[in-house]
């Protein structure tokens, strides 16, 4: 099984820099790629930010491209979410996945980022 936890969350101002990581235990060593979402009013998740080993490539939202950097350890996994020049459409529940296999995941627990203007 693996698992992931989450922490960096908090309160921050507009403008302000705050780091997210994110660390898998377990059984990691299947884990091919770490993903950050967040999500929506609804309760949709969307991607922020992807780090993928096996191919060695990130992927950003436009919402977020410029301002926030992932990095991660592939031999470790874990993965890091470095977010910059915050703003108040920032404000959401920030969650961690893992892909463990083709199609399977695990999710984090979430940790909350509220940005005040």
């Known amino acids: 099984q693996v698992q992931l936890i989450e922490s960096g969350g908090g309160l921050v101002q507009t403008g302000d820099s705050l780091r997210l990581s994110c660390a898998a235990s377990?059984?990691?060593?299947?884990?091919?790629?770490m993903t950050w979402f967040r999500q929506n009013s609804r309760k949709e998740r969307y991607v922020v930010a992807s780090?993928?080993?096996?191919?060695?490539?990130?992927y950003y939202s436009e919402s977020v491209k410029g301002r926030f950097i992932i990095s991660g350890d592939g031999a470790k996994k874990t993965v890091d979410l470095q977010m910059n020049r915050l703003e108040p459409y920032d404000t959401s529940v920030y969650y961690c996945?893992?892909?463990?296999?083709?199609?399977?995941?695990?999710w984090g627990q979430g940790t909350q980022v509220t940005v005040s203007s």
């Open positions: 996945r893992a892909r463990v296999a083709a199609n399977t995941y695990v």
């Open positions: 377990g059984r990691t060593s299947s884990i091919d790629s």
């Open positions: 780090l993928n080993w096996t191919s060695a490539t990130v």
